[in-house]
């Protein structure tokens, strides 16, 4: 089973922080990743992303390219300080690809989480555009597969 763990685009400078948009570079960051996976042929069922604009924007670019028809959930949890610890519990029952769409320091706290088992084990960084693939076997942890950044991809 893989999962894919991606870091919202660039969003423009604002005082509302729930509703900063994209900033044009965010939305190329969001179709650039996107095309780059279609090329790869991956296949998402689900998205899910934060109820902030930044990151329901970045999951609507990205599923627009890979499946339109891909159901597109907004979760609480999702949110910079959400619990990844809930989520963790979620992810252990699903069936489907899926993509979940976040922001910093949620996602390092779960790709931790998933991949040695402690939350606070900050193993990765992660650039806005980013998407990190985690895979799962028979292991109790999940393993780090891959990451794209923005500007390595064509």
């Keep these: 089973m893989l999962l894919y763990l991606m870091r919202h685009?660039?969003?423009?400078?604002?005082?509302?922080?729930?509703?900063?948009?994209?900033?044009v570079k965010g939305k190329q960051e969001s179709a650039k990743v996107g095309q780059f996976l279609l090329r790869k042929k991956v296949e998402i069922d689900i998205f899910y992303h934060s109820a902030k604009q930044r990151s329901q924007e970045t999951a609507w670019i990205v599923k627009d390219i890979l499946n339109p028809k891909a159901q597109f959930k907004m979760r609480?949890?999702?949110?910079p300080y959400g619990s990844a610890q809930s989520v963790m519990e979620d992810i252990q029952s699903w069936k489907n690809t899926v993509m979940i769409v976040s922001h910093l320091?949620?996602?390092?706290?779960?790709?931790?989480?998933?991949?040695?088992?402690?939350?606070?084990?900050?193993?990765i960084g992660m650039p806005t555009g980013s998407v990190v693939v985690l895979a799962k076997d028979s292991s109790p942890h999940w393993r780090i597969q891959e990451i794209i950044l923005p500007e390595q991809v064509s």
């Excluded at 320091?105 to 193993?123: H, K, M, Q, W, Y």
């Design 105 to 123: 320091p949620f996602l390092p706290r779960l790709i931790s989480l998933l991949v040695t088992g402690r939350e606070d084990a900050n193993i």
């Design 76 to 79: 609480d949890d999702l949110a």
């Design 9 to 23: 685009g660039e969003a423009v400078q604002g005082a509302n922080d729930s509703q900063r948009p994209l900033s």
